[in-house]
């Protein structure tokens, strides 16, 4: 059984602050600037170059990868760490491309993230000829996935709503079919129980900065099934996915299984604060986090319908069937958000009205949810947020 206590006590949390923000960015782990000290200090200070070899900086992207492999049920060996989550989606979809030439249709959903969805659209106008990025409503994406598509590039926990897509029965229908699946697991990754190796997913991608706490900018992560890794043929061929990147061959080779899919230099000071978190993860049951965050997101929908009758929940109803967010929909949600966060309860907004909740038990409890809904409560039903300083939009939402 997970130990709720001591995982919160691992986390630096500001005094005071409620933070339901952990689907976006998630807080400083305490041990954090201890170990980034060490790379800084002791490694780079004392190691300079030597420590590519020394410290075990080049395979570290490897080594980080097996540890986030746990997390989302891939098997040993078959992840890897570095670039950011764009970069990843561009060579997961790419190579998933390669793999059904001739197919031309990408089926993805509106509720996918933006930033996926752009990197579908430059991949395939520098293709040509007739792909397609076919975007549909949500649920409709199963009834969508018909002979001529090529990949699904579905993120499973809609970042909007926290809506959850069923990950085996949508890649079941997608092999049926021929089709190649992509997985985001942006907001799924250390927020519920994921089962790559079960449900038999092709590719799968996703950040480490959000339920995993790496910290801001911290690298995202390649998941390639085994039975295509030694086969697929990474499009960003970067130096350190070559076969003897140190023998620099003019001509590119791919190196064996997941090491392909490595593009550029490790960043060995921002893994430092991800290997620090994932400390924190050595004794935790993933099944205990998603039990415990289903309990805290019933209890603030509860809490919030009761005194706030102008918001509308926006996620949906059954708990199963999201992730581990809530978002309300409020006209006025940009002002409602910025008052709530000067109240030192943080949450955050998309547009044009949503109001996203994080619940993340690692560091979050039945007194953390009662209080920010209270607090909720007086910032909507005494209009706190009605004020010019709350409704000037920031550059970051």
């Known amino acids: 059984m997970t130990d709720f ?96 030439p001739d197919r031309k249709v990408i089926l993805s959903d509106s509720g996918n993230f933006p930033s ?49 897509h069923d990950m085996a029965a949508l890649t079941k229908r997608a092999h049926a079919v021929g089709a190649i699946t992509v997985w985001d697991l942006a907001h799924s990754a250390g927020a519920l129980p994921v089962d790559l190796l079960g449900v038999g997913a092709d590719f799968a991608v996703g950040c480490t ?36 990147p140190f023998t620099f061959d003019l001509g590119y080779r791919p190196g064996s299984g997941i090491e392909r899919m490595r593009v550029g230099t490790p960043p060995i000071v921002q893994m430092a604060t991800l290997e620090a978190a994932l400390d924190v993860w050595d004794d935790v049951d993933l099944q205990d986090i998603r039990t415990r965050s289903i309990e805290l997101s019933e209890r603030f929908i509860a809490g919030v319908e009761a005194l706030c009758p102008e918001l509308v929940l926006a996620s949906p109803r059954d708990p199963s069937q999201r992730g581990s967010q809530v978002s309300f929909k409020f006209e006025n949600g940009y002002a409602a958000m910025q008052a709530l966060i000067a109240h030192n309860v943080i949450g955050d907004f998309r547009a044009p009205d949503v109001m996203r909740f994080g619940f993340t038990p690692l560091y979050l409890n039945e007194d953390d949810i009662d209080a920010a809904v209270k607090i909720l409560g007086r910032v909507i039903n005494d209009r706190l947020w009605d004020t010019p300083e709350f409704k000037a939009r920031k550059a970051v939402t």
């Open 116 to 164: 996926d969805l752009y990197m579908a659209e430059g991949l395939i106008g520098l293709l040509g000829g007739d792909y397609e990025l076919r975007v549909v409503a949500p649920e409709n994406v199963a009834s969508a996935i018909t002979e001529e598509i090529a990949v699904t590039m579905i993120t499973e926990v809609d970042y909007r709503t926290g809506r959850k």
């Open 209 to 244: 900065y959000k339920y995993l706490n790496g910290g801001p900018g911290a690298p995202a992560f390649i998941y390639v099934a085994p039975r295509h890794a030694d086969h697929v043929q990474p499009a960003l061929s970067g130096w350190l996915g070559h076969e003897s």
């Open 5 to 100: 206590t001591a995982t919160r006590a691992a986390f630096h949390i500001p005094h005071g602050v409620i933070y339901l923000d952990g689907n976006s960015l998630g807080p400083l782990p305490k041990a954090a600037g201890k170990r980034v000290a060490e790379v800084v200090e002791q490694e780079w200070g004392e190691q300079l170059i030597k420590g590519w070899n020394t410290c075990g900086w080049m395979a570290s992207p490897s080594k980080v990868g097996n540890r986030i492999g746990r997390l989302i049920g891939a098997e040993p060996g078959h992840v890897v760490i570095g670039d950011t989550l764009s970069i990843k989606v561009y060579q997961a979809l790419a190579s998933a491309l390669q793999m059904r």
